[in-house]
């Protein structure tokens, strides 16, 4: 069974710092770029970052560039996001996503994570 | 930044033709993705590259796209169709790019 689980999620106060980490299993993860897309409580859903299959392409919304670093590795079926400087308006379900051989692979997004919350609140 | 609109809310009655719209320049030039999302759960993809279905969502989801608009149709719709729904495309400048939502409510 193809599945993603995320873990790592939690509450911060704004300017700090939370990974989040996310397990992949049933497919072959070193094929597939991966993404993480965030939903805030009653909102609609935001693409947050993206990767390549071998960690050389990454992108970006601008809303996190500069404070977000996602990486995965392939050796152990995991992808990451690194979140600093966090806000409030960050508070969000994240979700990990399997893409397509490529970031912007138009068959990707097939599967997603049941999501992890992150509350950044003082 | 590239931007994809959706209208907030769609009604329809049971059995009827529900159409959700999805609008971008030059949307038609793009591939349009679908996802149904119900309460408390993850999105679920229903159409991808404009008018292909997933294994496993009923025949009666559709899409079109075309000019500047994407449609999500859904043919003799069910109670259990009532969701959010989102239109997604890629754009080179953008990245992944998400419309707004549509909260489609089967009366």
């Known amino acids: 069974e193809v599945q993603l689980v995320e873990s790592g999620g939690g509450l911060v106060q704004p300017g700090g710092s939370l990974r989040l980490s996310c397990s992949a299993s049933g497919f072959t993860f070193s094929s597939n770029a991966m993404h993480w897309v965030r939903q805030a409580p009653g909102k609609g859903l935001e693409y947050v970052s993206g990767?390549?299959?071998?960690?050389?392409?990454?992108y970006y919304a601008d809303s996190v560039k500069g404070r977000f670093t996602i990486s995965r590795d392939n050796s152990k079926n995991t992808l990451s996001l690194q979140m600093s400087s966090l806000r409030v308006e960050d508070t969000a379900v994240f979700y990990c996503v399997k893409g397509g051989s490529t970031p912007a692979a138009s068959d990707g997004f097939d599967i997603w994570g049941q999501g992890t919350m992150v509350t950044v609140s003082s | 930044s590239y931007g994809l609109t959706q209208p907030p809310s769609v009604s329809v009655s049971p059995g009827q033709t529900a159409s959700i719209t999805c609008s971008g320049d030059?949307?038609?030039?793009?591939?349009a993705r679908w996802y149904q999302q119900k309460p408390g759960q993850s999105p679920v993809v229903v159409i991808y590259?404009?008018?292909k279905r997933p294994s496993g969502i009923p025949e009666r989801f559709s899409g079109s796209n075309s000019g500047n608009t994407a449609t999500l149709t859904i043919s003799g719709t069910q109670a259990t169709d009532e969701a959010d729904y989102y239109c997604?495309?890629?754009?080179?400048?953008?990245?992944?790019?998400f419309g707004g939502g549509t909260k489609l409510t089967v009366l």
């Open positions: 030059k949307l038609g030039d793009k591939y």
């Open positions: 997604q495309a890629w754009d080179s400048s953008s990245s992944w790019v």
């Open positions: 990767i390549s299959t071998n960690g050389g392409t990454t």
């Open positions: 590259q404009d008018s």
